[in-house]
DNA sequence: GTCTATAATTCGATAGAC
DNA sequence: GTCTATCGAATTATAGAC
């Protein structure tokens, strides 16, 4: 028997800033140097809370990436419009909180922080990809080059923060690598 | 008075192993995962020879990290074949050995590896771009764009390993993401 | 629920014998 | 040049008092 959901417990405020410290630290230190200490120390509690609340280091991670993009549903929108919203949503959900950070810089040298993308690809971007794609045997590489544009435009802007890429504004970046996207998502296949 | 460079060390193959060791240690594992005992077992010598030759492991981390890039002048070649240059250049150059995985995996998470990152792509890539690009201007936000696509799908492919990056050929991948890189490098600012 | 104390590892780095 | 021995620090995780 499943717990009912409407059973708050006292701990659920302690637990929510648990996980927000936590995105913070993973996103701003990668998996190793973010420490159950210094995630402690940012809500004001003791290291102990935080592994009698989570159990280990691994699973307060996979706690904390949990996330949903919120993609919209590319079926409702004009065909030629799909890149640019799609390049658009992402910068927002970027900058918008930790999350997406956090699952980079994780899953680049963290096996769990890997599987957590795979799994975020695959549940969250293929479904919207497949709306719009002219072949469905196409779909997963579609996605797949779509992902590669999307996480090297973070990557170059938020995580190694190559000036030039930091200093393009938003506009900029929609305007150059929206086509790409669209391209990728609706062009014939080479 | 500088040392001569005709002057070969006897320890010149134990440093060389050292660095090819390190290499594929750091594009393994990380910078933080990645030890200076595990280094030091894989050449078959005792860690503190590491140190001794290196310093630290920051400083072996950034002697193992020089690279040249070799890129091809662009210059040179079609202006319309810049960009399938450019991608099959960098493809043959990630597989060919350690050095850029290691770059893009310590460059995530920690500082050398991320100025590194930046130093290459202004000395060696930036010159290269030049050639190419219709205002000079534009060239360091042309060439970071084509380098988030390089690195979006480098991580992809070779790092996080997504299936469809990972499966799909070299001539798929260039046929598909040669045409960004070509807009980037030639297209007209939108 | 909260905290103290500490176990058990592991790491980079150093000192010094040979 | 090469190795043994070890320091000092940091970490996750656990046990148990209150």
Redesign the interface.
Known sequence: MTQAPSAPRRSDATRAAILQAARESFAA??Y??ATIRTIARAVGIDPSMVMRYYGSKERLFIAASDTDLHLPDLGAIPAQEVGEVLVAHFLDRWEGDDVLTAL??V???HQAG?ER??EI?RRQLVPVVTAVCPDPADV??R???V???????A???F???????VE?TRE?LI???A??VQ??LTAAA?
């Open positions: 230190e990668g190793e140097r980079l810089r899953g680049v040298t890997a993308m795979h690809v997963p590489r996605a797949a080059l992902t590669s544009q999307i996480l090297g435009l990557l170059a802007r995580v190694l923060r190559f000036p030039p890429a393009m900029e305007a150059w690598v086509p790409t391209r990728y080479p």
